[in-house]
Antibody, heavy 117, light 110 residues
Framework: EVQLVESGGGLVQPGGSLRLSCAAS????????MSWVRQAPGKGLEWVAN????????KYADSVKGRFTMSRDNAKNLVYLQMNGLRAEDTAVYYC??????????WGKGTTVTVSS | QSALTQPRSLSGSPGQSVTISCTGT?????????VSWYQQCPGKAPKVIIY???KRPSGVPDRFSGSKSGNTASLTISGLQAEDEADYYC??????????FGGGTKLTVL
């Protein structure tokens, strides 16, 4: 079964850091782009970042550029999102998604990040 | 990276058809035939229902269809059913491996 399971969410103070993980199974992980998408409470979906199959290229939304870093470990079928300088507006459910050919075909259930003092 | 524009809410009665619009620019919706639509039920992860403007993944009923004209994409749900009540999001490729989502449409089945 194709599956993505996110972890690492929690409560963090403004300015703090958090690292999210996403464990992939059931597909050839190293051959797909992977993305992070977030959803603030009561709001819509926002694409955050993605990473090329070999980890050699990453792209970010303007809202997180310079603060978030996405990486992957193809040996462990894991993708990460390192979040630094967190702000209240980063509070959201963070979803990991597998990119098929120009769409996101598999999503995890999400992990919740709350930035608050 | 401005969000695509969708109506915030729509409603329809069982059996009716509804169409959700998604307006972008020539840099996203109008520039590529890579518009996808996602259905999100309360408390659940999004699920793809349309990709490449008009293609349906296996298992998605043919009541769901997609189209595009210029900078506007559309999702049509025919023969509306109670279980179609959900939030719907469009998403477009925006070049150099970046993506932009719509603000979402809350569909109510009366």
């Amino acid at each position: 079964e194709v599956q993505l399971v996110e972890s690492g969410g929690g409560l963090v103070q403004p300015g703090g850091s958090l690292r999210l993980s996403c464990a992939a199974s059931g597909f050839s992980f190293s051959t797909y782009y992977m993305s992070w998408v977030r959803q603030a409470p009561g709001k819509g979906l926002e694409w955050v970042a993605n990473i090329k199959q070999d980890g050699g290229e990453t792209k970010y939304a303007d809202s997180v550029k310079g603060r978030f870093t996405m990486s992957r470990d193809n040996a462990k079928n894991l993708v990460y999102l390192q979040m630094n300088g967190l702000r209240a507006e980063d509070t959201a459910v963070y979803y990991c998604a597998k990119e098929a050919h120009y769409y996101m075909d598999v999503w995890g259930k999400g992990t919740t990040v709350t930035v608050s003092s | 990276q401005s969000a695509l524009t969708q109506p915030r809410s729509l409603s329809g009665s069982p059996g009716q058809s509804v169409t959700i619009s998604c307006t972008g620019t020539s840099s996203d919706v109008g520039g590529y035939n890579y518009v996808s639509w996602y259905q999100q039920c309360p408390g659940k992860a999004p699920k793809v229902i349309i990709y490449d403007v008009s293609k349906r993944p296996s298992g998605v009923p043919d009541r769901f269809s997609g189209s595009k004209s210029g900078n506007t994409a559309s999702l049509t749900i025919s023969g509306l059913q109670a279980e179609d009540e959900a939030d719907y999001y469009c998403c477009s490729y925006a070049g150099i491996y970046t993506w932009v989502f719509g603000g979402g449409t809350k569909l109510t089945v009366l």
